[in-house]
């Protein structure tokens, strides 16, 4: 009788310590459990804002922004005032209204480059209005064209692009067009200065 009880304590008690496993394993899986949720959340959340920096910013291997500086917009080269930039647009449409726009840009690259030369005058405006006793140095000028000009779209981003900085003119300061100018004054291009291209209608000098 005294076994048979015995026994019966040991096995309750072998049940009790059973229980009490098998409840610290569950708990300890449901630990475990959470940081592999957290990390796979973390991670989750980590793609989602790499994603949406994707077009503004890579990231290092450091960790660190690294700033695509090609998409930051640049000063322009030129500072023109209200006046300089009205007369700019207007001598480049007069000069070259049927040409293309890297025909305009030309025209508008002429024109700085006089302005940055020592050998012409330091504003557009002075530029382009500059004379030789009554020969002036643009025929719209002249005839009062510069004027009466409608100016295009074409004309203000090819000016916009000179103002930039994008200069296709290899340093040219003239320019002329064979087909409309006379005689003398193409014979005086041909003697005195060295011819750089052709680009549409207009041949290029330094």
Partial sequence: MYKKALGIIVLVHMLFLAGYVCV?????????????????????LVADESSSAMGVADRAASGQRVVDYGTLEKPPAYELGEEDYDILLRIVEAEAGGEDEDGKLLVANVVLNRMNSEAFPNTVKEVVMQRSGRVTQFSPVASGRIWRVKVSQETIDA?????????????????????YADSDSMRWFDRRLTFLFKHGGHEFFF
């Fill in 24 to 44: 610290a394993v569950a708990g300890d899986n449901m630990h475990l459990g959470e940081p592999m949720i957290s990390t796979t959340l973390d991670r989750a």
């Fill in 159 to 179: 000016v916009q692009r000179a103002i930039q900085g994008e200069d296709i003119s290899q340093g040219a300061l003239y320019f002329a067009s064979r087909r």
